[in-house]
Each structure stands twice: as C-alpha cells, then as structure tokens.
C-alpha cells in the first residue's frame, strides 16, 4: 500500500503524520475579540442599515411598482396585496408625460428648470478653487476665512432662502444698494428670477467645496511645484500643468454630488416665490417658469395622483442615473489616456 505522506488528507478535517498514524485536524478556535468587536459594529450600524433598507431600497422597489398601477391613496400594503395592482396599460404615466400635450409641456418646462440651475456648478467650481487657493496662501486670518465661508453650508436652508427673499424684493437690500428696481422675485422674466436662485446655490454651496479644495490642494506634492519652478515655469504653468492634475478626484467628486443635488432643487425656489399650487396642473405660466422638477412632482403628489407621481420620480432617477454614468465614463476615458 502506498504510504501516505506528512500533513497528507486522508477525509475531512483528518491529515496522517509519516507513520500512517491518523492525527485529528485541529479546530480554529473563536476570536473573541473580532467577534466582539463585531457584534458592537453591527449594534451601532443596525439602525441606520434598517433604515436605509426600508426607506431606501424598499420605498424604490415600491415607487416602481405602483408607476405601473393606479394607486391613488389609502392602505398602501392591501393595494400592494391584490391580484392585479398594475393597469391595463402599465406605461399609461409614461405615456402620458411624453405624449399628452399639456402634461408633456409641464415636463419639460419643469426638467428644463431643473436643468438651468445646474449652470451654478461650474461658476461655484471656478470660485472655490480660487477661493481656496487664497486660503492655502500663509496670510493671517485664513483659517477665520475658512469658518466664515463654511457657515451657509451648514445653515438652515430655510431660513438662507428666507433671508434671500428679503434681499431681493423690491425694496430690499440689493436694490438699496445699487440703486436698482429691478424685481427679482416678481419679474415676467423667468430667467431672471431662476438667476436669483441661482446666485444663492452657488453662495450657498461655496463652503464645502472650498473645504474640499483646501485638502486637495493640501496633498499636493511639493516636490513637483520646487522642480517646475526650477524648470523656469511662471505660477499659472505649475497651476494649470501640475495642481489642477493632482485636484483631478476632488473635481470629480464634487461635480458628481452637485449634480446628483442640483437635480433635486425644490426648497429654495419653493420659500423664494411662495408655495407652488397643490394641483398637478401648474397651469400659470409664473409659476411654471421657475418650478424645479421636483417641484412639479410635489406637486403632482398634492393632487392625489400618486401613480403619476411615482412614475415622475423614476423618471428623474434615471436622469440622475445617467448623468452619473455620463461622468464616471467620461473619468473612465481620461485615466485610459
């Protein structure tokens, strides 16, 4: 008979020595410490993993289904629970924003609302690199700078767009200011008035792009600036050729997120120019001409038309979906090169 080898298996969790003797696998024994460790993990992330899973994932998973049906209110678990909760045409909703005319022209007034106020990320990018560059600079006073701008970040965003209204009337501070009559709030014009809104997104959002600039242009490699400088490169050579490379991740980072958040602006504007209608309808143009999508989908909801709704707000996730991909492909592309 061939002998068997040492450490040779001869069945599970059985090995045999050079002698053929039969020796018993040794069990792992329990890490008490890691285990303990996870337990207090997972007691401290329970709720917030609950959470998630039911408001999150559970309420999409909901929100797709009854985009198909004709819910309109009531116990939302015995509607879920019948045997037929979809319509006769599921993409009834779908087909209704795109083809119905009048519903078609809320849409795309409202998407493209949503879409005009995605034009601050750009000016805010601009001016938090250069504001972060000042603040990177060793002059006194930098780090009371930094508090100062981060402050709108964290402030009520109710109480910012109420501050904004006052400040924009006709009679407020900037008119007095610069000696204008210009009515921001109340003018015909809706760009004018989604300029306002504008003005205070990019205000508003300043203080964390700054803070994440600062640590961007914190890590970057001093050795690079000394050698381009010594290379007879002026400041805006080693900026442009060397920083703004090396601040590639944070840009990205925050344009992603600004996206993501720009497409579902619906406080500011809503505090700014009064509550939006409680119908679905819209049908005033002042309204129209400033109301974010999101608003249109509030909207919609107060009308008791809750499928619609529903369907609305899918819409807008695969838009926010595909921007998305959009810049992580467009990343994608610029590593490859």
């Not at 501050?163 to 000696?179: M, P, V």
């Not at 007879?232 to 990205?252: C, D, E, H, K, V």
Request: one cysteine or more.
């Amino acid at each position: 008979m061939e002998e068997l080898n040492v450490g040779e298996i001869v069945s599970d969790g059985v090995v045999a020595d050079s002698a053929g003797a039969v020796l018993q696998k040794k069990k792992r024994s329990v890490n008490r410490a890691k285990l303990q460790d996870n337990i207090w993990g997972w007691i401290f992330v329970i709720l917030i993993v609950l959470g998630t899973t039911f408001f999150v994932y559970f309420s999409f998973i909901v929100t797709v289904i009854l985009s198909f049906s004709n819910y309109d209110g009531g116990n939302i678990f015995e509607y879920l629970g019948e045997i037929k909760p979809f319509r006769d045409d599921a993409l009834y909703w779908y087909k209704r924003m795109f083809v119905d005319e009048t519903h078609s022209e809320y849409f795309w007034n409202t998407l493209g609302n949503s879409f005009f106020y995605l034009l601050g990320i750009p000016v805010g990018m601009v001016l938090s690199v250069a504001l972060a560059v000042c603040m990177t600079r060793d002059i006194k006073g930098t780090n009371a700078f930094r508090v100062i701008y981060y402050v709108p970040t964290v402030a009520s965003a109710v109480s910012l767009s109420l501050i904004w209204k006052r400040l924009f009337n006709n009679s407020g501070a900037i008119n007095e200011i610069f000696g204008t009559q210009i009515q921001w709030l109340t003018s015909t014009n809706g760009v004018l008035k989604k300029i306002t809104v504008l003005i205070m997104t990019v205000w508003k959002g300043l203080g964390g792009s700054i803070i994440l600039f600062v640590a961007g242009l914190n890590g970057v490699n001093a050795s690079y600036h000394e050698a381009a400088d010594i290379d007879g490169a002026n400041s805006w050579q080693i900026f442009w050729r060397i920083t703004m490379p090396q601040l590639y991740p944070t840009i990205f980072y925050v344009v992603v997120t600004s996206v993501i958040g720009g497409m579902q602006i619906f406080i500011e504007p809503n505090l700014i120019f009064g509550n939006y209608p409680a119908t679905g309808n819209m049908a005033t143009s002042g309204t129209r001409d400033n109301i974010p999508f999101v608003g249109y989908i509030f909207g919609v909801f107060n009308n008791g038309e809750w499928a619609h709704a529903s369907a609305l707000g899918i819409i807008l996730a695969i838009i926010i979906f595909l921007l998305t991909l959009i810049q992580f492909a467009l990343d994608a592309r610029r590593d490859k090169a």
